[in-house]
């Protein structure tokens, strides 16, 4: 294990899960632009370090700071994320009231706040939470999407991007943006269940933006991650990230509801 005191920072959410194959589909229609879509995902797996660096990549534990923006409302406090291969999850905000939690084991989960106490987490929940293990590690998990299409080369904001469309099994359309120089996410535009904090059945379209790209035991991790609300923004800056260390499994375990 090696352990790399970096100076600054995270994000959810896309994170590539080490052990997750980034190939299209198999059941995937043959369609226009197929052949360009592999080779960006050709170029992207090399990026991140290659197959063999991320096959290595058992667990991982990041530290640093978050900051939330909203409307009269500013703070900075502390982060923890732990994650263990296969799909195992734990993600804790030190927030002045309390802990504000959030668990993964397997295919249950769980969320707690020291107003609400914990809870079982729902079906959309659950698959922001499976995005955002990807937003640590930049990957794109095949499963969350019915197809995928390369959309070919933009420009944005005065930058050049090669833009990835998935479509979700609930039929909504989410893109990548990866630096044609890097071949690194550099923004993903996701679905999310609101208003914000609250689980209507609305949706608005979050914009996740990945940055400072440092390399850990090999793999490119994103030590910045910047996610943007329609009402709020959150900005997570990892200072540490340690690959392949013991975590406790006590820490995955749904608690006992009051």
């Known amino acids: 294990m090696r352990r790399l005191p970096i100076g600054l920072v995270l994000a959810f959410a896309l994170y590539g899960v080490p052990g997750v194959s980034l190939v299209t589909p198999a059941s995937q229609d043959k369609q226009k632009g197929s052949s360009s879509l592999e080779e960006i995902f050709a170029q992207y797996v ?7 660096a991320l096959s290595k990549v058992t667990s991982r534990r990041m530290t640093g700071t978050v900051e939330y923006i909203g409307v009269g409302q500013r703070g900075t406090t502390s982060v923890e994320i732990h994650w263990e291969s296969p799909e195992k999850f734990y993600a804790v905000i030190h927030a002045p009231f309390g802990l ?3 668990g993964i084991n397997g295919s249950q989960g769980w969320g707690s706040h020291p107003q609400t106490g914990p809870r079982k987490l729902g079906p959309q929940e659950m698959l922001e939470a499976r995005r955002q293990w990807c937003l640590y590690q930049p990957f794109l998990i095949r499963d969350l999407y019915a197809r995928m299409r390369y959309e070919g080369r ?3 904001d005065g930058q050049d991007f090669d833009v990835i469309a998935g479509e979700t099994k609930q039929g909504r359309t989410e893109k990548f943006y990866l630096d044609p120089s890097t071949h690194l996410p550099a923004r993903l535009d996701l679905w999310e269940e609101g208003p914000e904090a609250i689980r209507a059945g609305e949706f608005y379209l979050a914009h996740f933006y990945l940055s400072d790209y440092r390399k850990v035991d090999g793999m490119q991790v994103p030590f910045g991650i910047r996610r943007v609300r329609p009402n709020s923004e959150v900005i997570y800056t990892f200072k ?3 690959q392949n260390v013991a975590i406790d499994s006590k820490l995955f375990a749904h608690p006992k509801e009051p």
């Open 240 to 242: 540490e990230v340690v």
């Open 46 to 52: 090399a990026a991140l370090g290659g197959e063999e």
């Open 100 to 102: 504000i939690e959030q």
């Open 154 to 156: 933009t420009r944005m």
